[in-house]
Every structure is written in structure tokens, then in C-alpha cells.
């Protein structure tokens, strides 16, 4: 069955540390995939997507995410991270068949200290 | 441009009772989505339908949760009866059409007791 694994469930940094928030799924065809992100009160938020083309992407907030076919990865990086970045971030992958489904990993909960 | 409208934010009901949810997608958007996210867990699809025509309902589980969108906007979902375990937040998502980015409301959250 497809899955999505994010590696990490609670991650704290100190503000100006780097962040690495690993993603990797299981499924051999075609996929999308997406990092959202859930601030504290708020609603899923798209933080970027790739469809295809650079295997870097760019999103909002100076996060980047970086797609390794090979490793079925898609890891969310952010060089340094602000007190503001405190939110969960999942993981999802769509799959190009039929219907575009898309899973979700679980979540990783980020707390930034000041 | 107005997000996706969830109501009620909250609900608590008794285990057996019946409950019902609300969604008003984003206007325009072909492709409505139901997702059920328990605690600790990622958001899990129960329904999509694109227009009024239910794309995958693999993962309802029908003997109790039922969910419509007769017009091909906005959509109900229903809970008859309600077990603990249906304890979440209840998600509505919609994109202009499948494949393409989905936008999500705020969710309601019930608690079964």
C-alpha cells in the first residue's frame, strides 16, 4: 500500500539553526508532491509543491525542498529558521492515477525557541 | 478571494448521536475533498467528489458516515451514530479541478464522549 513517512514527529530548534525535515514515500509511478504547513490556530497552508522539472523547489519563507526520485524523497530544508516557523509540517504525495490521490505523512511538530 | 468555509469550528456530542458538517468550497473549485484527522496523525481522505460525483470513497466508512454535494458546491458530511473513536478534526478541502492544488478551510473539530 502507498505511505507517506515523515522521519521526524517533534523537532526543536533554536532560532538561525538549519532545518532538515525528511519526507519519503512509497509508490513507483508518477507522483506530486507537497509540503503544507499548520500554524498554531490556523488552517493547512500550501508551502510549495513539485510537479516536475528542477528537482529544487522554492516556496514561501525561504523553504526549499529537494525531490530524489531514486530515494523516493522529498526533504524540506530551510537554511535558517525563524521563531515564527513554530507549526507542524506534513508531507503529502499525490498520485497521478485516476482520482489524483493524495496521503498525507503524520506530521512533523516544529518548536522554535527564542 | 474567500477560503473554504467550515461550520460548526466545534462540536461535542454523546457516542450514538448523529452529527453533521459543514463545507462551502472556494468559489469556482470543481474538486471537493473530506478529510478526518485524528490526533497525532495526518489528514486521511474519507470522500472527493468532482462536481456532484464522488471520485473515491474508498476509505468512508459507510455503514456510518455519509457525505453529499447535490449541487456541485457545497458539501455535508454526516456522522450516524457517532463512536469515540470518530474523535478528530473533520477537514474540507477544494481545488479548481483534480490534480491541481488543494485549498483547506479551518476544520471542525468533534469530540465523541
Known amino acids: 500500500a502507498q505511505s507517506v513517512s515523515q522521519h521526524n514527529h517533534h523537532v526543536i530548534l533554536s532560532e538561525a539553526a538549519s532545518l532538515e525535515l525528511g519526507c519519503n514515500y512509497s509508490y513507483g509511478g508518477t507522483v506530486n508532491l507537497f509540503w503544507y504547513v499548520q500554524y498554531p490556530g490556523q488552517h493547512l497552508q500550501l508551502l510549495l509543491k513539485y510537479f516536475s522539472g528542477d528537482p529544487l523547489v522554492k516556496g514561501i519563507k525561504g523553504f526549499e525542498a529537494e525531490f530524489i526520485k531514486s530515494k523516493f524523497s522529498f526533504n524540506l530544508r530551510k537554511p535558517s529558521v525563524q521563531w515564527s516557523d513554530t507549526a507542524e509540517y506534513f508531507c503529502?504525495?499525490?498520485?497521478?492515477?485516476?482520482?489524483?490521490?493524495?496521503?498525507f505523512g503524520a506530521g512533523t511538530r516544529l518548536f522554535v525557541k527564542a | 478571494e474567500a477560503g473554504v468555509a467550515q461550520s460548526p469550528r466545534y462540536k461535542i456530542i454523546e457516542k450514538r448521536q448523529s452529527v453533521a458538517f459543514w463545507c462551502n468550497p472556494i468559489?469556482?473549485?470543481?474538486?471537493l475533498y473530506w478529510y478526518q484527522q485524528i490526533l497525532g496523525q495526518g489528514p486521511k481522505l474519507l470522500i472527493q467528489?468532482?462536481?456532484?460525483?464522488?471520485?473515491?470513497d474508498s476509505q468512508l466508512p459507510k455503514d456510518r458516515f455519509s457525505a453529499e454535494r447535490l449541487k456541485g458546491v457545497d458539501s455535508t458530511l454526516k456522522i450516524q451514530p457517532a463512536k469515540l473513536e470518530d474523535s478528530a478534526v473533520y477537514l474540507c478541502?477544494?481545488?479548481?479541478?483534480?490534480?491541481?492544488?488543494?485549498?483547506f478551510g479551518q476544520g471542525t473539530r468533534l469530540t465523541v464522549v
Open positions: 503529502a504525495v499525490r498520485l497521478n492515477t485516476g482520482g489524483f490521490k493524495t496521503i
Open positions: 468559489s469556482g473549485h470543481a474538486t
Open positions: 467528489f468532482q462536481n456532484n460525483g464522488v471520485v473515491d
Open positions: 478541502a477544494s481545488s479548481p479541478e483534480m490534480g491541481t492544488e488543494a485549498f
